[in-house]
């Protein structure tokens, strides 16, 4: 199903971000915008000191506690890391997100930052890299600064991922199951799907793991990256069905659409596996 | 009141002037009190009695408000026609624009469609007024039902690209336009990008709604890929309620940030009040479509059914599944829930996964054990089984379904499966019992012959001829023509063979070849024909008839059973050049029928009996030269053991002539002088040296030896090393297999080589190399009658590496589902990983099996009986340990290293219960065995005793 894009479609005013406070007040701000333990302080313009003089800027400190939000525009980068990241190139990703997090961090607790859905790219930034020891800490961090009811869940699908990678199944599956129990968004569950996938396999329950995993290409063909991934573990899961003919129509189909993807570079192998059953199985000449 | 002064400088009589100014004024007050028709009809009557056209300028105004009051009074094509002269009078007036917007609006509403097209035209270029222009034109076009008129006018509209609702509302129709005009693609592209625009979609549900219609006009059409992609941009009932709110909240934040603006002076009231206007209006419409979607009731699920079923048509079954079961799991109470466990369990039973069509069809009687499938699944449940070659399952589900669904539409169909399982079970009492029970409760019923038939059958089963007799001919008569005639003709002779009435047997056999000639049972026919002749001794006819029933058979229980009969009877006429041909005919006729082996033994047999032998070899060398590189003709190995049984036999001298013979048998007989002797034998051939069998193998298989491939020269190879067998010669049988272990790699070899030279090198220790052999056994011949060679050696590489659990999964694969030539091993070895995991009492209960089967007496006997030690050591029950050691070394000595272990075992536990005294005796017995000397455990022993101070 599609996912729910975050609705940005509010028509305000001229400046791109604004700080909103409890009490309805809006108070525009300027990149100035800097906190200090429990304020916020902007630069503000303020009427010459006396009639006729030139208007000044102060910076003005306001408490957080007062804050009902913030109204920031989404970083660029929201739209160019997915970008990177569904071509592969996770380091180049990762350059982009770093500085961004660094400047986000004061904010990142504040209801309006993008600092936990800048987090959840990074995560998944890392997991590519197959840096799945830093995957867990930073789920934490985004557990705590959640401003979707779906970031700590995402943010769970990716360390269930991380697990995965590592070999710890018997952590990752828990995980994914109760991801796919509670979460909504398709990405989410995609990632989940695909774990589940691969702990089932481990674990030689090869229908549960075929049906996990094509969970993703029936719902959630959009993320090529993970589509590969789903093709790959069910042809492998079919294959361990002894449904050959299967195997090979999801195989592929693999080829055809995640075409350079490093599962497709596992195709032939896997086909030539599916051969040498066919081979095996067909009666003697 | 300008009009009246107008009315007043023009050139008219002054009564009309004031006439026409009281008109006006009428009319006017009747525009503003909203009586437009009134309006409208004063300010006509005015303006026809302005008749000069100079007064006519100077009262545009009127003429504008003519057009406005039939407008407002919905007299559209009056106020058409009153804007249309307003226009051509007065083309430059101040209010001429909105005229003719007003113009074309009321055209448009008067439904003069061809009218209104132009002049709404005309407004395209302007930029406020494009995509109402854009808009109305269409809908004129859709009107006059000139379809590529109208999308042509709401592709303008989606130009350059959608961003504004009315695009979003046109975009909606324009979908619908492609569709219809089978230009699916352009309108999934349109959809895909009005989802991508959602934020300026104002009815998300008729979106959606829309988007269902296309997918089921796509599935219908069989384009299933498009289909699936119209249904996942279907929105969830969540995201449209999300998107409905947060599109109210951000229209109530854009009314407080203009309120903010007027505060701040930005903006003026006028603007503010109009945009709030528009914006409340718009948040007011959104809060009535979010009512309306609260009350809907979530359609994800019909979705994924259609997702489901679309997956199926596509023969895409394990997608279907997958929708399904996602079906299932998330929307377990939804009225999709019925029909999608039904599609799922016709799913697995099209997969052929008998076990999960069993539980999905036991699911859905439990969920749904009225619902509108119960009658077929309950009958699915119970043949799928059936047809899966579980009777007993069959019959336990059939049986299940006639109680709890008594008044199931099916129960013909039910009853007949129960009697069919117990039939296939060899249940006959309780199979008849069934089909009689269908006789009774349907006397009509659409399966009444089957039904009469299979219960003469299973009377025939029973031995109850006569009555089988009875019934049989009930269903002849009945049914002359029947589906099962000439069955039944057959299950009579049976019965009356049963009866010993032979000749009517043949008699009756005749005249069945006559009606049925031809039929595939004519083989059943002939081999019961011989067997009626067999019964009286006629072995002639006996034979031919066999013969002919084994040419003519359709299965191979009655080929085989015909072939090796007219075997006997050939051999009970001592016919052996007959045997020999028969055979032979049949090895030439089907070269690749397993009974091919067993027929080479025979003509085997009968060529020594001929005493031709070398006929026998040159027809198993035949049939070599077609198979020996085929590696899965697992016959191959077992012909080349007969040649190498016919090479090891010394072939018979030739005959000497009759009076030499007589003398030598006299001089033999009576001791006569050797001289006498000798002039007896002087002609006989002096005695032939030891017959060496191996140059004769060798000439036999150098025809083979030119053809073979690598799997052939192993084979060769194979053949060597069973004549060493049959000579005991021991070493270079081992030998010849270190060879192959070397010299072939696991690829070259056929899956019984695989076999045998696996074992080979476990037993030398090579696990590693052992391991390679019987992988690719698995692997590569999954149908091999040695394929548990492969497990049972894989489980005991597991075994030795300590991996039990891997080595019990193993065994059981070997030892209780392929149960094959390794039984007894992986039996044994799956006991053994039982008693390393700690499952003493069903370790204890296979090593119990293997030391009792008669079958399986020797040294697993041994090793079973030395386990149980074993066993009872590692729980502490030393006594019963020593008992079980006790009873390895006495009762199976000859099994020389067990009976070490057991000496060094027993001597262990008696030390551990501190019966020092009885563990040195044990252990000095076994030294005292001179053929213990040379095992480790005897070392063992001897250094236990130096320990204890007690060495001898």
Redesign the interface.
């Known amino acids: ?2 996912s ?2 975050l ?1 940005l ?5 001229a400046h791109a971000q604004s700080l909103v406070f409890k009490d ?1 007040k ?1 108070l525009a701000v300027g990149k100035d915008l800097r906190r200090q333990g429990d304020m916020l302080f902007t630069l503000v313009e303020l009427s010459g000191a006396a009639p006729g003089q030139p208007a000044r800027t102060g910076e003005v400190g306001y408490a957080v506690a007062q804050i009902a939000r913030l109204e920031l525009p989404p970083p660029a980068l929201l739209k160019t890391a997915p970008e990177l990241l569904a071509q592969g190139k996770a380091a180049e990703a990762l350059a982009q997100l770093d500085p961004a997090l660094a400047n986000q961090v004061t904010f990142r607790d504040l209801p309006g930052s993008w600092w936990a859905e800048t987090a959840l790219l990074k995560l998944r930034a890392l997991n590519q890299l197959g840096r799945e020891a830093e995957v867990e800490p930073l789920a934490q961090q985004i557990s705590t600064c959640a401003v979707h009811p779906d970031q700590p869940r995402a943010a769970q699908a990716q360390v269930a991922l991380a697990l995965l990678r590592k070999g710890q199944t018997a952590r990752a599956l828990p995980i994914a199951v109760i991801v796919l129990k509670e979460s ?1 968004e398709p990405a989410t569950r995609a990632v989940a799907s695909v774990v589940k996938g691969g702990c089932l396999m481990e674990k030689k329950d090869w ?1 549960g793991a ?2 996990a995993y ?2 993703v ?3 959630f ?1 959009q993320d090529k990256l993970l589509l590969a991934q789903a093709l790959l573990g ?1 042809g492998r899961a ?1 294959f361990e069905l002894s ?1 050959l003919e ?1 195997a090979k ?1 999801t195989l592929n189909e693999l080829k055809k659409v995640c075409a350079g993807s490093p599962e497709a570079e596992q195709v032939e192998a896997e086909l030539q596996k599916i051969q ?2 066919e ?3 067909a ?3 | 009141m300008w009009a009246c002064a107008v009315l007043a400088r023009a050139a008219l009589p002054d009564s009309l002037v004031i006439q026409l100014t009281e008109t006006y004024t009428t009319a006017m007050k009747a525009f503003e009190a909203g009586r437009w028709t009134e309006a409208a009809a004063g300010l006509s009557k005015l303006v026809a009695k302005v008749t000069d056209p100079a007064d006519q300028a100077k009262i545009g105004p009127v003429y504008y408000t003519v057009g406005a009051a039939h407008y407002n009074a919905k007299q559209y094509p009056q106020a058409a026609a009153a804007f249309q002269i307003f226009l051509t009078k007065f083309p430059d007036d101040p209010r001429a624009r909105q005229a003719r917007l007003a113009q074309a609006r009321a055209t448009y509403l008067a439904k003069q469609y061809e009218a209104a097209i132009p002049l709404f035209a005309a407004y395209e270029g302007v930029p406020a007024m494009r995509y109402q222009s854009l808009l109305v034109q269409a809908e004129c076009f859709k009107a006059l039902k000139k379809d590529t008129e109208q999308m042509a006018v709401l592709e303008r509209l989606m130009l350059p690209d959608i961003g504004a609702a009315q695009q979003a509302e046109g975009a909606l129709t324009l979908i619908e336009l492609y569709f219809h005009k089978d230009q699916t693609d352009k309108a999934l592209e349109l959809l895909n990008k009005l ?1 991508a625009r ?2 300026v979609v104002d009815n998300v549900v008729a979106l959606n709604l829309l988007t269902v219609k296309l997918g089921d006009e796509l599935a219908e059409k069989k384009a299933y890929e498009q289909a699936l992609r119209a249904y ?5 009932r ?2 449209v309620l ?2 409905q709110t ?2 109210i909240a ?1 229209l109530e ?2 009314i ?2 203009n309120q ?1 603006y007027l505060r701040s002076g930005r903006l003026d009231a006028v603007q503010v009040a109009s945009a709030n206007q528009e914006l409340e209006a718009a948040v007011e419409h959104a809060r009535k479509l979010l009512a309306v979607q609260e009350k809907m009731p979530d359609h ?1 699920p019909g979705v994924v059914l259609r ?1 489901g079923r679309v ?1 199926y048509d596509w023969g ?4 279907a ?3 399904f ?2 079906l299932l799991a998330e929307h377990p109470k939804t009225k999709e829930c019925e029909p999608a466990l039904y599609a799922m369990l016709v799913c697995y039973a099209d ?1 052929n ?1 008998v076990a ?1 069509t069993q539980a999905m069809c036991e699911r859905y009687l439990k969920e749904f054990p009225k619902g509108p499938n119960a009658a077929g699944v309950g009958y699915l449940l119970g043949a799928v089984s059936l047809e899966a070659g579980e009777p007993k399952r069959a019959a336990t589900f059939f049986g299940r379904i006639l109680d709890e669904q008594p008044q199931s539409p099916l129960r013909e169909q039910l009853i007949l499966g129960l009697g069919n399982s117990y039939a296939m079970m060899g249940q006959h009492v309780e199979s008849r019992r069934e089909y009689r029970r269908y006789l009774r409760d349907f006397p009509k019923g659409q399966f009444l012959e089957d039904a009469l038939y299979r219960e003469a059958l299973a009377t025939v089963f029973l031995g109850e001829y006569e009555a089988a007799l009875k019934s049989l001919n009930a269903y002849v008569q009945k049914y002359p023509q029947g589906a099962y005639a000439a069955d039944a003709g057959y299950r009579l002779m049976v019965c009356k063979y049963a009866g010993s009435l032979y000749g009517e047997v043949v008699a009756d056999a005749q005249q069945w070849h006559k009606k049925f000639p031809n039929h595939q049972i004519a083989g059943e026919i002939f081999a019961v024909t011989a067997d009626a002749h067999a019964a009286e001794n006629k072995h002639a006819e006996a034979a031919a008839a066999y013969q002919q029933a084994f040419k003519r058979a359709s299965t191979d229980e009655v080929l085989n059973y015909a072939l090796f009969e007219a075997g006997k009877q050939l051999q009970k006429l001592g016919d052996w050049p007959a045997v020999a041909k028969m055979f032979e005919d049949f090895v030439r006729d089907n070269p ?1 029928h397993a009974s091919v082996v067993a027929a080479m033994y025979w003509i085997s047999r009968a060529k020594q009996r001929e005493g031709k032998p070398e006929e026998a070899k040159a027809l198993i060398i035949t049939q070599l030269k077609r198979d020996l590189n ?1 590696p ?2 697992e016959a191959v190995e077992q012909l080349l053991q007969q040649l190498a049984q016919l090479c090891a036999k010394r072939p018979r001298p030739p005959a000497l002539p009759a009076a030499d013979t007589n003398a030598v048998a006299a001089a033999a007989a009576t001791n006569a002088p050797a001289a006498a002797a000798t002039n007896a034998v002087a002609v006989a051939p002096p005695l032939p040296p030891p017959y060496d069998p191996f140059p004769e193998l060798k000439q036999q298989l150098e025809p083979l030896a030119d053809l073979a491939n690598a799997t052939g020269r192993a084979r060769l190879l194979y053949a060597e090393a069973e004549l060493c067998k049959l000579r005991r010669q021991n070493a270079d049988v081992q030998d010849i297999y270190d060879r192959l272990a070397k010299d072939f790699t696991p690829e070259q070899l056929s899956p019984v080589l695989l076999a045998l030279v696996g074992d080979h090198l476990l037993e030398k220790g090579d696990r590693v190399k052992a391991a390679k052999f019987f992988e690719d056994l698995r ?5 091999s009658n040695y394929l548990d060679f492969a497990f049972n050696g894989l489980g005991e590489i597991a075994l030795a590496g300590g991996q039990a659990r891997k080595a019990l999964e193993l065994f059981t694969t070997a030892a209780d589902d392929l149960a094959a030539l390794k039984i007894k091993d992986a039996t044994l070895g799956k006991a053994r990983a039982l008693l390393e995991l700690g499952k003493y009492p069903e370790a204890k209960k296979l090593f119990a099996q293997v030391a009792s089967t008669r079958e399986w007496r020797g040294e697993s006997t041994a090793a079973a009986v030395f386990y149980l030690g074993e066993l009872e050591a590692k729980q502490g029950r030393y006594p019963e340990a020593i008992a079980h050691y006790q009873r390895v070394f006495v009762a199976y000595q000859k099994f020389l290293p067990w009976a070490a272990r057991a000496y060094v075992r027993g001597a262990d536990c008696f030390d551990k219960l501190g019966k020092r005294a009885e563990a040195i005796g044990h252990l000095r017995e076994m030294l005292r065995n001179a053929k213990l000397k040379d095992f480790p455990e005897t070392e063992q022993a001897r250094k236990l005793l130096d320990t204890w101070g007690a060495a001898s």
């Open positions: 199903m599609r729910l894009a609705l479609t509010l028509t305000l005013a309805g809006v909504k229908e075929l049906l094509l969970k290409p029936v719902f063909p069910a079919q449904d299967a129509g040498r059953r081979k095996a199985l009666e003697p000449k | 989802h959602i934020a996942r941009e279907v929105r969830t969540e995201q999300d998107f947060n599109r951000a934040q854009r407080q940030a903010r994800l997702m997956y895409r079954k394990w997608e599944i997958s929708a079961d996602s997969l996964r999960r690749n085929e899965k003709r692997e590569d011949y999954p149908k």
